[in-house]
């Protein structure tokens, strides 16, 4: 059974840093897409980063570009996402997926997907 738990979410004012994590069990994601959505309130969801887990190719959204980073850890099977200089409009529930082939950027292409864990960005 295919799990994935984030974690590290919270409260920050503005300027400040996060570091999210996604813990990944239950089969082998050697071949897979691992991405970084991320929901507000009332909106949709919506991409946020994506690393190939074969050669850790990445790739960001325009808003996150230069802030964010995205990596991996083989041998822990996790997927981090670095968040600096975070700001107000970044405050949203953040959400792990995991995708059997190579990265794409719409959130309902993707096969598995963690529980989200909130953050919050104060001005």
């Known amino acids: 059974q295919v799990q994935l738990v984030e974690s590290g979410g919270g409260l920050v004012t503005a300027g400040g840093s996060l570091r999210l994590s996604c813990a990944a069990s239950?089969?082998?994601?050697?071949?897979?897409?691992m991405g970084w959505f991320r929901q507000a309130s009332g909106k949709e969801r919506e991409f946020v980063a994506v690393?190939?887990?074969?050669?850790?190719?990445?790739y960001y959204a325009d808003s996150v570009k230069g802030r964010f980073t995205i990596s991996r850890d083989n041998a822990k099977n996790t997927v981090y996402l670095q968040m600096n200089s975070l700001k107000p409009e970044d405050t949203a529930v953040y959400y792990c997926?995991?995708?059997?082939?190579?990265?794409?950027?719409?959130?309902?292409?993707?096969?598995?997907w963690g529980q989200g864990t909130q953050v919050t960005v104060s001005s």
């Open positions: 997926a995991a995708l059997n082939r190579y990265p794409v950027l719409v959130p309902d292409e993707y096969d598995y």
């Open positions: 690393i190939r887990w074969t050669n850790g190719n990445t």
């Open positions: 239950g089969r082998s994601f050697s071949r897979y897409a």
